[in-house]
Nanobody
């Protein structure tokens, strides 16, 4: 059974930084698209960042220049470095690994992490 376990969430002040990690087991992240999503309070889940097998990245406009997605294939772990955090970044953050596709589709079939809370105070 594939598992994705997130860590690194927490509370920070505006302009602070956090680094989220997602350890995936039984599914090689080197071969597939990986994504980070977030779900702000009272809103639907949204795409934040994506990384295809060939290294192509995608970022939501709201996080461009502040967030960076990466993965460590040896540790089968993906990361989301979040800098210059803003109160509007407050959300539950989810990692996801595409089950079959090396490139990142708009819709997909995902293995999901359990979510980690990020709270940014003014």
């Amino acid at each position: 059974q594939v598992q994705a376990v997130e860590s690194g969430g927490g509370s920070v002040q505006t302009a602070g930084s956090l680094r989220l990690s997602c350890q995936v087991s039984r599914h090689p992240v080197s071969n597939y698209c990986v994504r980070w999503f977030h779900q702000p309070p009272g809103k639907e889940r949204e795409r934040v960042a994506a990384l295809s097998r060939d290294g192509t990245t995608y970022y939501a406009d709201s996080v461009k220049g502040r967030f960076s997605i990466s993965k460590d294939n040896d540790k089968n772990t993906l990361h989301l470095q979040m800098d210059s955090l803003r109160p509007e970044d407050t959300a539950v953050y989810y990692c996801a690994a595409e089950k079959t596709r090396p490139f990142c589709p708009n819709e997909g079939s995902w293995y999901w992490g359990q979510g980690t809370q990020v709270t940014v105070s003014a």
